[in-house]
């Protein structure tokens, strides 16, 4: 059974088909996309696709995508979850989305401190990584935040729209993990 997360302004659930044209929305976004190595999508059946995907990696234990939706307007805002889950290993990557309209409201904080917490206490992790863009300077300071580590550069790790790009490579250890400090 997929699980369901809840925090004070939002709801993590499971990606459906019925939530194709929200998931169209996100991924054809240019802005969104701008430091996410993914090309945009041109229908809305790419989306399906995508969902298909989520659904496939989660029933085969390779990952877990939550839609972000908003508790008040029963409005998805974008996706959060776990790549390259390896459960053996005891690790996985996080990786995040939210529509610009929501960005600088803390949604991508409260979303990323219940998927960590899932990841360690539930999930069992001991290691969850993020690979993130140079550019990316909002995700980040998100990640620093948490207490994530950067651990080195990967140099022309993602390519998008033909171009390579040079990433962060951060970990954050189950031992290590601290509440974002407030304010920051």
């Known amino acids: 059974m997929f699980p369901m997360l809840q925090t004070e302004r ?3 659930r499971e990606i459906k088909t ?47 995508r939550w ?11 974008g996706t959060i979850g776990f790549n390259l889950w390896m459960p053996k290993h005891k690790r996985a990557e996080v990786g995040y989305e939210i529509l610009p309209q929501y960005w600088g409201q803390g949604y991508a904080k409260e ?32 990640l620093t935040k948490f207490g994530f580590q950067r651990e080195g550069v990967l140099r ?8 390579s790009y040079d990433t962060y490579v951060y970990s954050l250890l189950k031992a290590e993990c601290r509440e974002p400090k407030t304010g920051q």
């Open 10 to 12: 939002l709801v993590l």
């Open 18 to 64: 019925s939530d194709k044209k929200e998931i169209f929305t996100c991924f054809s976004n240019s802005q969104l996309l701008r430091f996410y190595g993914m090309e945009q999508m041109k229908a809305v059946t790419d989306a399906e696709q995508l969902i298909n995907a989520f659904a496939f990696n989660f029933k085969e234990k390779k990952g877990i």
């Open 67 to 77: 839609g972000i939706e908003l508790k008040e307007t029963n409005q998805l805002i």
């Open 111 to 142: 979303a990323l401190r219940e998927v960590v917490s899932y990841g360690f206490e539930t999930m069992q992790l001991s290691r969850i990584g993020a690979v993130v863009f140079i550019e990316n300077d909002r995700s980040n300071h998100l």
């Open 156 to 163: 022309n790790y993602m390519v998008q729209n033909d171009q």
